[in-house]
């Protein structure tokens, strides 16, 4: 389903439209984020808190709720299980936990398809950078690596670790993952000290640093976005059938790129969704304080795009 260029107004909530209006005057929403402050996930929870009030009914108070861990399993876990689907809940964690849960990934404790789900605040592209000041300029260079080169990760389920660990087995990447890092902020501030050669990640998280010459990109996954169609893309340099398939699974959920959703199963007299874009020029009160960089990479989608998801 194509998506306009737009900032995602309303999110939709709930105990929604019966006969009486619904008023959240007086009460508090809550977003959930699967990791700690200073990623796209966080950065990006933080805009829709600053300005979702303005387009619900009584115009609550909306909270972000950092919890990270198990590289945004915790916080879906806490979702699934703990939060109350009564509408004052909404949850954000990394788009691939649909194959974080195909996968078998430990720690899963939820079933991804009976989440509430709302929509997605953005397309995205997973490229690999690597720091500016090494001698790999193009990926033709990367993939003549004596030394291993080091990446940082948050951990399996996310594009910072399966990215790499593709490129790895069915490319061949001398690589050396090095998981753990709670955030992409963690794995950035990581690489500003030289402790890794790069990372893997969403183009808009990336490009800042891109920006500033501290790392290039050197691959991506598949991608619409004409500022990145200079470079390769893993599918194409697949060698087999089997890998292509592999990294085109893994680039499915590109499209649901800042997934939200509310608990499991409300009731349907309990939810809805409504969606009231924004356009994205600067005469737009609500991307005042957003930068340039956020503006191109917010492409709001409706749920049923997760409908079409291959």
Known sequence: MKCKLALLGALALAPLLAAAQPNFAGKTITIVVGYKPGGGYDGTARMLARHLPQHIPGKPTVIV????????????NHMYNVAKPDGLTIGTFNRNLPIA????????????????????AA??????????????KTFADLRKAKEPVVIGSTG???????????LKDMLGLNFKIVSGYSSSADIMLAVERKEVDGRAGSYSSIQPFIDRKL???VIRARSTDKRLQQLPVDEDLAPNPRAKAIMALRSAPEQ?????????SPPASQHTEWIAPLPVDPSNRACDWVSPAAHRALAPCP??????LP
């Open 256 to 264: 649901i790129a800042r997934p939200y959703v509310l608990p499991r």
């Open 123 to 136: 397309n995205e592209t997973t490229i690999l950078a690597i720091r500016d000041d090494l001698p790999y």
């Open 303 to 308: 749920s049923t795009t997760f409908q079409s």
């Open 101 to 120: 849960q195909l996968t078998g990934v430990q720690g899963v404790k939820f079933d991804i398809t009976k989440f509430a789900w709302i929509g997605s």
């Open 65 to 76: 709720q950092n919890m990270p861990g198990g590289n945004s399993i915790i916080a879906a």
């Open 215 to 217: 790392v290039r990109p």
């Open 156 to 166: 399996p389920g996310a594009n910072t670790y399966d990215f790499p660990l593709l």
